[in-house]
């Protein structure tokens, strides 16, 4: 695997494209997709580290970003359920709150 590759992939009956955005290998694999206007961002991190006496330890770390065309409230918004805008917004104020409580000095 080497950076820039790139391949499509199917979900639903529709087809979307990746691109390998940064390798580095037996450490990061980042991979972006793209579907229909939206991109997510796909980070593998593993992080070796040595176990308990001295054995071979590791952690796998995946985070995704994702960027739906037009923002998310707007994706919430055109899909039309007053129910998971409710959710988004009340994910979001959770969000900010325990980000505000961490900035606090103590």
Do not use: C
């Not at 593993?46 to 985070?63: E, M």
């Amino acid at each position: 695997m080497q950076t820039g590759g790139t391949f499509q992939w199917q979900s639903g009956g529709k087809t979307g494209t990746g691109n390998l955005a940064r390798v580095e290998p037996q450490h990061i694999l980042q991979v972006v997709t793209k579907m229909e206007g939206h991109q997510a961002t796909h980070t593998f991190e593993v992080n070796r580290h040595g176990g308990l006496l001295g054995g071979n330890g590791a952690q796998l770390r995946y985070t995704l970003e994702f960027h739906a065309a037009g923002g998310l409230i707007g994706e919430v918004v055109a899909g039309g359920n007053p129910a998971d805008l409710l959710k988004v917004k009340n994910a979001v104020s959770k969000v900010h709150n325990l980000a505000e409580r961490a900035a606090r000095p103590r």
